[in-house]
Nanobody
Framework: QLVESGGGLAQPGGSLRLSCTSS????????IAWFRQAPGKEREGVSC????????NYADSVKGRFTISRVNAERTVYLQINNLKPEDTGVYYC????????????????????WGKGTPVTVSS
């Protein structure tokens, strides 16, 4: 399973770091993605990272503010969110890309084969 943590209430302009860890499999050997679902909206992919940790994709809406990284020794993938905006509010999920799917699909829900339960982020003053 995948487990997210690090969400919470933050002020606009602030920062949060979300974490994604795994149990039952070695997270280090999979492409991991972060998705979010804002209230009343569909879930969208925001970032994904290759196995080596040297190739990341970002949704246009978060480029320059979100940074995805992984620390294999910790078996953890992080999502650093800076300059938080109210529109960043939502539930953030990490997901594992199915090995059979192309890396280019790593922000597509249908390419994921395992999901965490999500961690909520609320950005409000």
């Amino acid at each position: 399973q995948l487990v997210e943590s690090g969400g919470g209430l933050a002020q606009p302009g602030g920062s949060l770091r979300l974490s994604c860890t795994s149990s039952g499999f070695n997270l280090n050997t999979f492409v991991i993605a972060w998705f979010r679902q804002a209230p009343g909206k569909e879930r969208e992919g925001v970032s994904c990272l290759n196995v080596r940790g040297d190739g990341a994709n970002y949704a246009d809406s978060v480029k320059g503010r979100f940074t995805i990284s992984r620390v294999n020794a910790e078996r953890t993938v992080y999502l650093q969110i800076n300059n938080l905006k109210p529109e960043d509010t939502g539930v953030y999920y990490c997901a594992r890309k199915a090995p059979r799917e192309l890396y280019s699909l790593c922000l597509i829900e249908g390419a994921m084969d395992l999901w965490g339960k999500g961690t909520p982020v609320t950005v409000s003053s």
